[in-house]
């Protein structure tokens, strides 16, 4: 009975020593995937040529690499086998095929967080974001529009963090088209993962472009047209209270004198309902943002429900946290906005 059960235990065979050695030196660096397994499924993908969907098994193999592109030391071995060019080359070869886009791209995004194939791979070659938007520009599928977008903010997020604006290729995402698309999703999506993603990217794309463009607020960034169209999709997210807080940044980012000219009242509307819903809930970010659009909203013309909204924050801000500094400063900034507007617009019978 013995000998049976030491046959079964790992421990005690002769050679587990150098069954062990044989996996160790067949897993990728510290992980227990499998070199050949990965190396094998790349080759597979690269045998697909002018296909509109993936064979079932490797739609597995592929959902599973996606997986386990978490782990930087597969990403590293993925550019060791030259995996990455295979990816771009298949995207090129297979326009069509939506499934293997969603996957590549979500896959290159989990890469791209590598810091140092960011530097090597994707920030010197903008062959990776020319594709992606390729892809953005003539895809119908929301899974993929989902995650050229997770790929693109990831891509965009990095580049900053390792301080390399100009080798972003910014002036793809400057491109008319570009631009109408993007104008176009906000407009006409109701998915909330989708426009979560996308505000995500778009946050990123103004911070590098108005670090590297002088010019930025003077693109199609900042006309009429993207400003309601950034409206719009904030109305789509205001139940969610993480994604609508960040379409208000944005918002507050694209609001200008010229833009809200002929839209002010508008955008005054959809803020006093944003600010009615959240109430005892804003944050200091949100009202200050609230309070720049409202500056300049109503140095265009009044709006008396925002007016009254904004002397109830100003209200709660000096009650409730006098000893918060961040929000005694911006307390005082909320009164000084009100005592402009009422300067501005006095009521009737004043003198």
Known sequence: MDEIVDVHN???SPDSADLEEQILSEAIGTTLYSKHWVLSSVLELSQVKNSSDLADDLDAKMASLVDMSVEPDVCR???QIGAFQIFLSHLVTNPQCSRSQELIMCL?????HVSDLSCCVFIQDTSYVLVAQNIL?????VDVIKSVFVFLNAFLGQAIALDEPELMGLDLFLAEEFVQVVSYLLNASVN???LHELVKFLLHF???AFETREDFMESRYFSSEFLLSVREAFQQVLSDAKVSFLFLELLGQVSKESNLANNGQLILDTLTDYAKAGDE??????IGTIGKICSIAWSIGPHEASFTFMKQISLRLKDTHPNNANEEALGCIVSQILNDYEKRYPP???S
């Not at 290159?108 to 791209?112: E, F, G, I, Q, Y």
């Open 77 to 79: 071995f993925l550019q």
């Open 206 to 208: 103004f911070e590098a």
């Open 348 to 350: 009737q019978g004043s």
């Open 137 to 141: 520009l003539r895809s119908s599928s």
């Open 281 to 286: 809930s804003l944050e200091v970010g949100a």
């Open 108 to 112: 290159l995004a989990n890469s791209v």
């Open 10 to 12: 790992l421990d005690s």
């Open 192 to 194: 909330v993962q989708l």
